[in-house]
C-alpha cells in the first residue's frame, strides 16, 4: 500500500496556543480533531504544499515555519507520512473555509481532544518546548536550586534534575524544593527507582538506558498523563523506547564530548538516520547547544538537550 504523504502544520499563536480543526464526518477518521494541512503532490516541495493547503483551509499565509516532527502510521486502509512543521508567523485571520470547526488550544489541554492515532506524537512535539535543560553535577544544593530558579526565570521549560553523586534522601528532598520552583512554569523530569514515582505524581520521569532495558518488557509504568522519557544511544534503544510507550527520548552522543572523551560520537548523519522512522520527539544531546537548534530541527529532532549549554553561567 502506497505511503499518502501529507503535510500538517502546528501553528502558535502569539499567546502560544496552537489551532486545531475538526474532520468532517464523511472524510477518513471524520469526527476527530487534527492538525491542518493535506496531502503532497507529486514532485510537490513540502513548504510548497504546507503553504497551499493553509491557504485554501484557512486563508491564511505563512510566514514562518520551520520542521517538528515526521511521523509514519499505518491504519487499516491507508498509510500515511505526516510531515509537520511549526507554523510560529502567518499572516490573515484563520477561519474554517471549508466550514470546518477551528479551535485555538493551550498546548497542555490538546490531550482532552480526540485526534487520529497517527496524530499523537504530533501532541506531544506540540507540548514540548525545543531545549532541554539538564543539571550539571558536582554542584552544592544552594547551587543547584538558584541555578534552576534562574534557568526557569530565563524562559526554560523542560529540566531533568540529574544528580548521580547525590545521596538518595538529598535527591528526594531536593526534588521537592526543584518540584516547588517548576510549579506552573516548566516541567520536571526526575531520575531514580521508579518506586519513587508515586512521591512525586506532578513530575515526570527520565530513565536511564539501563532501566529501559530491564522494565521495556513490562510496558509503560504509569498512564499518559505524565511524561516519561528515556536515554538512548542506539536503534536498539529506540525500539525499547517504542516498547515502553515513552513520549520522547534524548539522543546521544552526537558529538564528542568534555564529559566523556573517549566516548564515539554518532555524528549528524547517524543521527538523523536513527530519528527518521522513531515516530517521536527526539532531543539530540552531546556537544550540541542553541546554536545548534536549526541543525537539529532539519535533522528531524524536536530541539536539543544540553547541561553545560543551557546552565545559567552565573550561577557556576
Wanted: glycine letters at 10%.
Amino acid at each position: 500500500m502506497k505511503r499518502v504523504h501529507v503535510a500538517a502544520a502546528v501553528i502558535r499563536g502569539l499567546d502560544g496556543r496552537v489551532l486545531i480543526a475538526r474532520r468532517p464526518d464523511d472524510k477518513h477518521q471524520g469526527g476527530l480533531w487534527e492538525f491542518p494541512g493535506g496531502k503532497v503532490e507529486e514532485g510537490e516541495a513540502v513548504q510548497v504544499a504546507l503553504a497551499r493547503e493553509l491557504k485554501e483551509e484557512l486563508g491564511i499565509d505563512v510566514e514562518q515555519a520551520r520542521p517538528l516532527i515526521r511521523v509514519q502510521h499505518d491504519y487499516s486502509d491507508k498509510h500515511v507520512l505526516l510531515d509537520v512543521w511549526e507554523v510560529s508567523a502567518f499572516s490573515g485571520a484563520p477561519h474554517g473555509a471549508e466550514g470546518q470547526p477551528l479551535a485555538w488550544v493551550a498546548p497542555r489541554d490538546l490531550p482532552d481532544y480526540e485526534f487520529p492515532a497517527a496524530n499523537e506524537p504530533i501532541v506531544q512535539a506540540a507540548r514540548l518546548p525545543d531545549r532541554y535543560l539538564i543539571t550539571p553535577d558536582g554542584l552544592e544544593i544552594p547551587q543547584l536550586v538558584q541555578g534552576v530558579r534562574a534557568a526557569v526565570a530565563n524562559g526554560i521549560r523542560l529540566i531533568q534534575l540529574r544528580a548521580p553523586n547525590m545521596y538518595s534522601p538529598e535527591y528526594r528532598d531536593l526534588a521537592v524544593d526543584v518540584q516547588g520552583l517548576c510549579a506552573g512554569k516548566a516541567q520536571l523530569m526526575l531520575k531514580g527507582p521508579l518506586e519513587w514515582l508515586g512521591d512525586f505524581p506532578a513530575a515526570g520521569w527520565h530513565l536511564t538506558s539501563e532501566q529501559l532495558r530491564k522494565y521495556a518488557p513490562n510496558g509503560r509504568p504509569f498512564p499518559r498523563e505524565r511524561l516519561l522519557a528515556a536515554s538512548c544511544h542506539s536503534a536498539e534503544e529506540l525500539e525499547l523506547a517504542v516498547r515502553m510507550g515513552v513520549d520522547f527520548v534524548t539522543l546521544s552522543p552526537v558529538q564528542p564530548t568534555e564529559s566523556h572523551p573517549g566516548e564515539p560520537a554518532l555524528g549528524w548523519e547517524a543521527a538523523a538516520e536513527l530519528i527518521d522512522g522513531f515516530n517521536q520527539p527526539v532531543f539530540l544531546l552531546g556537544g550540541v547547544g542553541p546554536q545548534d537548534l536549526e541543525r537539529a530541527w532539519q535533522t528531524g529532532a524536536q530541539g536539543v538537550a544540553g547541561i553545560r549549554a543551557f546552565w545559567p553561567k552565573a550561577e557556576g
